[in-house]
């Protein structure tokens, strides 16, 4: 289903400071949408709900196409895009892996039309790339956990809607071409993209095929070196990608459509450099050179089919339908240094055993709902629907066949519904549903990894265990409910309580089991997450001002945290997680004519119990693995005619992490655990963007770190304090020219 929501100046993360004010850092939450003419409206297909967004107790921000090609010309995917646009996103890691990346201070869930890219029992975190932002038109966030979508959506939902349908009779379509250099337009550092997308409209029937080719060179930072490279987790730096996508669709009747969407996406890793390892110490990021990476390089490769059914008027009422089907292959890269967690002294006594892993997950997924207002009481609308997913997931290690992950089968089935009351006239309205979750989880015996077990320096103690599989099975009725209140037009205040749902990455848990004599019937670690958010939000649309103001707080008791061992391989705790947040977002329409200038800022402060017997209090803050800094963001946009520009300035500030780890850390003069790295300093990066439309299309020329800032990334500067080889800097000044042409 869907919602509407008006192009407002601030929809989106607010923008950056005027070209008059280029020194000055912005930050911003989801960027403004272009102007549109009052009638206009985006539809908010994540929402499930044919409302008005100023209907629903949600902070919902679109990000629409002019916005979204702009910032993938500027930092290079649709994942960037959104972290750059939205204060409590966090920082991207500029690397394959979305690891620790959160909205919120949660895991947010990813889906193309609705469709989840998420893996529940093993998270690959590559699900931020799936498709190309090419065939995308618009990006749907909506904030905090809900059980909108189903499983998965804590932190929120990132849904990216693809490419409609032509409106047109005959032929149209787009080309893009797009070429990208380093600071020192380096050979190595020089990348290139083509794409097109043809479409063809007659009648009732319609078609769209389109492909795009990228190929990434390394990057550099700051200071002229090359970025060093995550062998193990990927890299979007020297790769290729080749994405696909096909759209069908026919018109029954005048108000009924069918459409069949296909898409496939395949990222691979060069595998010509390795890792040069840095020193933190000393602020010396890790490096690169050239050499030939051991095994396969890292790749990722998704492919996906959708079959929808729309009836905008069936009884009355709006219905969706929806089957998918969804497959993933994630491969890991091998290290040059053996991987400690793959050892074996039976296949090798001398440890120096090589092995990588992959990932593999196949869903098979149905979506259904109805809505309509109540026959006689037409203030009330209500919406039924019914969710269901399998999921199929396993992870082998590839050069012995041997499993770290065992195959697992994951079912859910969720009945829901949802009430919307509208009061004096709109002035004030009701708004709440239910939503049952019945999940079954299917595990067979298996055996874990020798290593699982080694406390060194004794190999005796090599060996694994024997885990007892299981079909464990979890239920709950998730509830939600708000009021929102809009006095005058434009003007609201909202409050509103919501559960959001799902399991926590059991392949991690499952693989880790350490101790003998477990049975997953009765492993409480993989028992699912629940967290409750609790929202208070203004909001102002009037006249060129367009700002809100939104403080939330959620909650789970057993809550998912990724926690590093020494070989540096992250594993899962179930701890209670505490966490809240302001966000304040500003947009504004200056006196001079095609000016617009935004500010946002996010606050998130994250807590939990730190015991290793817990007590339910919570008292250590979450590291940067878990939780964003926070941030500011300045924006200025200006139009005028064909010609068009952005700048565009994200603070992250300066973040100590204190707990009781931290506490004893501090007070031993030598500092064993060297906590104190993690804490982070801060930075302040600038982004430019240019564009002339011309009668041959249009030509664009975007400017990334525009000052050639020297940084450590904010994932690498809060975790691993011990590890050089994972302290990597951030990309420097960075040439995107581009031509793209619509017929």
Known sequence: MAVRARPSLLSLPLLTLAATLPQVAHAQQAEPRKDADASEEIVVTAARTVLPPNALPLTIDVIDKQRLDQQIAISGSVTDAVANLTPSFSPTRQKLSGAGETLRGRSPLYAINGIPQSTPMRDGSRDGFTIDGFFVDRVELIYGSNALQGIGGTGGIVNQVTVGAPKTEGISGRVLLQGTADNDFRSDGIGGKAAGLVQWKSGRFDASFGAAYEKRGVFYDGDGRRVGLNLTQGETQDSTTVSLFSRIGYQLGDTGRIDLIASRFELKGGGNYVAVPGNRATGLPTSAIRGDAPGKPAASRTESVALTYTDTALGGGNFVGQIFFNRTHDRFGGEIAPIATFQDPRLDPAEKLFDQSENRSRKLGAKLSYERAVPGFEALTATLGFDALIDKTEQRLIATGRVWVPPSDFRSLAPFAQANLKLF???????????????????????????????????????GVAVAGGKPKFEDLLFNGGVIVEPVAGIRAYASYAEGFTVPDIGRITRAIKVPGVDLDHYLDISPIVSNNREIGVEVKRGPLDGSVTYFWSSSDKGQLLIARASGIFDVQRQRVEIQGLEVNLGVKLPVPGLKASIGYAHLSGRYDADAVPDGKVDTDLDGTNISPDRINLAADYASGPFSARVQTQFYLSRRFDGKARAIDDANPLHPQKLFMNDFGGYVLTDAYVRYQTRLGGLSLSVTNLFDKMYIDYSSDTRLPND???????????????????F
């Open 425 to 463: 006239g709109g002035k004030l309205r009701l708004a709440g549903g239910a939503r049952y979750e019945n999940v079954a989880i299917r595990i067979d015996d298996y055996y874990t990894l020798a290593s699982t077990t080694y406390v060194a320096p004794n190999k005796a103690t090599y060996g």
């Open 724 to 742: 050089n080889t994972v302290f990597y800097a951030g990309r420097g000044r960075t040439f995107t020219l581009g031509w793209d042409y619509r």
